[in-house]
């Protein structure tokens, strides 16, 4: 996905919340996007994060911890792509 699509992506999320699901990795990191919902994960390190872009769009509370079901599922999706 191109940078100019990932900003339109962003800039509706911060709107109003994306119907679709989107994902995409690298060689040490791997996010997925569904809804207002984004995570992220180093495979590096084992770091793993969890952001409702629409309360957070600056992405500063982890809410990996509160949110642990939801991360989990979007993982599981992650992993299966």
């Known amino acids: 996905m191109n940078f100019e ?3 339109e ?3 509706r999320c911060e709107k ?3 119907h679709q699901n989107e994902s995409t990795s690298n060689n040490d ?3 997925i996007i569904s809804g ?5 994960e180093n495979n590096a390190t084992g770091a793993r994060w969890l ?3 629409v309360a957070d769009p600056k992405e500063t509370h982890n809410l990996l911890g509160e949110q642990s079901e939801r991360a989990a ?3 599981k999706e992650l992993d299966w792509r």
């Open 73 to 75: 599922r979007m993982k």
């Open 29 to 31: 990191w791997q996010a």
């Open 36 to 40: 207002r919902w984004k995570y992220m």
């Open 16 to 18: 109003k919340a994306v």
């Open 9 to 11: 992506t962003k800039t």
């Open 5 to 7: 699509r990932r900003m």
């Open 51 to 53: 952001f409702d872009v």
